[in-house]
Structure formats: C-alpha cells, structure tokens
C-alpha cells in the first residue's frame, strides 16, 4: 500500500458545481496534513492545512478522518480557476519530510 | 520577499555532462529540499538539509549531488547527465511542516 493515495481523476465538473477528493494515509503517527494546488507547469503552492477539527477557506473545505485515516477536500461552486491538480501531502510524526500523494486532476468546465 | 528562486528556467544538457541547480530562499528557512517530477507523476525526493552543513538523501538521489554551505543557498549538482535525469526540478523550504516552492528548472537531457 501506498503511503500517500489519491484518485488520479480527472474529476471533470462544470462551472458551479460542489466536488470533493479523497486523500488515504497508511502511516497512523502521521500528525501533520495539508492540501496543495499545482497548475499545469507550475509549481505547488499551500492551498490550505488540515486541522483535526476541519477548516474552512471560502469555497474550500478539508476534513481530517484519524480514525479511517484519509482527508478530504470540498470545493463548493466551481469557477473555471480551480481547474488544477491537487496534492495531498502527509507528514509522519515529528518528521520535516513530507510524502506527497499524485495528486488528483480537477478540470472545471463552462 | 522574493521566496524561492531558482536558476535556470530552462536547460538543454548532452548526455554526460555536468550542471548546478540554483536555488536560494531569503525566509530563514532551516529545511530545504530537492524534488523531481516526471510528467504525470508525482514529486520525488532527491535531496534535503535540516540546516546549514546537513544534508542527506532523499527517494532518488543516485546522480546528483548537493552541498548547504549557508542557510539561503541549496545548490544541486548533476553529473554526468543521463537522458533518465529529463524532468522538472523544483527546490523548496520550510521552517517547519509547510513548504514553499521555486518555480522549477525544466531539463532535457539528450
């Protein structure tokens, strides 16, 4: 099993829709959680953490389940800029290294 | 701020010859870090430092080589290029779990 897993999609959805993503972790001691975005030859940028208690960013959501040991990320009302792949990424406890997951390919459509 | 930078964009290698990354931060940041991505893949660790004068090994750091003499600067060596090195090289750094990227150095190696 992978460390860091995500579904590659891509998620195709149109302009206003609500899409969420899955991220699972196999390294129970992981502590730390965040979501990345990365345009197309760009590099990623920190789109938002993932606390314990979930956490809200406008349109974005990310949910952290310990127990099932995956996160999520909701993004309500879909604009054509959230077109993106978006990485998953995972800290083991008390390391500085982060594993990255794949990523998932959003495409959003008019 | 200027975050992360790094030198070249681009660059065009023959095969067995030699080049230095640049890369350069001006947060203070005591991690840094070496990723490769290959297209449709995900990031792969080559390198990284917890602080100036450490570095160690990172996923897939067979063909290069680094050296952290100062806490901005994070240099990554290839030498003797293989076609296998093609990719896209970001630089990133953290003062603890969040990173920040450069924009990455696309090499083509032929």
């Known amino acids: 099993r992978k460390e860091v897993e995500q579904d590659p999609g891509p998620f195709n959805v149109p302009e206003g829709a609500t899409v969420a993503f899955n991220c699972t972790y196999s390294n129970s001691a992981s502590q730390s959680f965040f979501w990345y975005r990365q345009d197309c030859r760009k590099e990623p940028k920190l789109l938002m953490s993932?606390?314990?208690s979930g956490n809200e960013d406008g349109r974005f959501t990310a949910q952290l389940n310990r127990a099932s040991q995956y996160i999520s990320l909701l993004i309500r009302d879909s604009k054509l800029s959230d077109s993106a792949t978006y990485l998953c990424?995972?800290?083991?406890?008390?390391?500085?290294?982060?594993?990255f997951g794949r990523g998932t390919s959003l495409i959003v459509h008019p | 701020n200027a975050g992360v930078t790094q030198t070249p964009k681009f660059r065009i290698l023959k095969i067995g010859q030699s080049m230095t990354l640049q890369c350069a931060q001006d947060?203070?940041?005591?991690?840094m870090y070496w990723y490769r991505q290959d297209p449709g893949m995900g990031l792969k660790l080559i390198y990284y430092?917890?602080?100036?004068?450490?570095?160690d090994k990172g996923e897939v750091p067979n063909g290069y080589n680094v050296s952290r003499s100062t806490t901005e600067d994070f240099p990554l060596r290839l030498e003797l290029a293989a076609p296998s090195q093609t990719s896209v090289y970001f630089c990133?750094?953290?003062?603890?779990?969040?990173?920040?990227f450069g924009p990455g150095t696309r090499l083509t190696v032929t």
């Open positions: 990424v995972v800290n083991p406890g008390g390391s500085y290294i982060p594993t």
């Open positions: 990133a750094s953290s003062s603890q779990y969040e990173q920040y």
């Open positions: 993932v606390y314990s």
């Open positions: 430092s917890v602080g100036a004068g450490i570095t």
């Open positions: 947060m203070n940041h005591n991690y």
